[in-house]
């Protein structure tokens, strides 16, 4: 994984990364968006479009934050609460809409 989403994502879920991906791999759960591992072609094209900086390339993340670089995995690789299997690589965010679930993690986290 070479980019992935952090903390000030959320509750805030502005988009733009998601619109500007141009391989469509930024996907959105309930409370924020998630970059596919996979997918991911590590153009870097979603990162200076995030409006609250969210967005990192995996080694630059902030030490509090490190939980974020497996959550944004998780959301793919593990069943989210409310889906009996996980997600895997659906390869298009647009064709699978909305997943509208997080991880435990995210679901439980205050910004």
Do not use: W
């Amino acid at each position: 994984m070479t980019f992935v989403i952090g903390a000030a994502c959320v509750d805030v879920m502005d988009r733009a990364c998601v619109e500007e991906c141009p391989v469509d791999c930024i996907y959105t759960g309930g409370r924020m968006a998630y970059i596919h591992p996979t997918e991911c072609v590590d153009c870097g094209a979603c990162e200076p479009v995030c409006p609250v900086e969210a967005i990192y390339l995996d080694a630059d993340i902030p030490p509090d934050q490190q939980q974020f670089v497996m959550e944004n995995a998780r959301f793919f690789a593990e069943p989210l609460p409310g889906h009996d299997a996980a997600l895997g690589s659906p390869g298009s965010a647009a064709k699978l809409g909305e997943v509208g679930s997080d991880t435990a993690f995210v679901e439980a986290f205050q910004p």
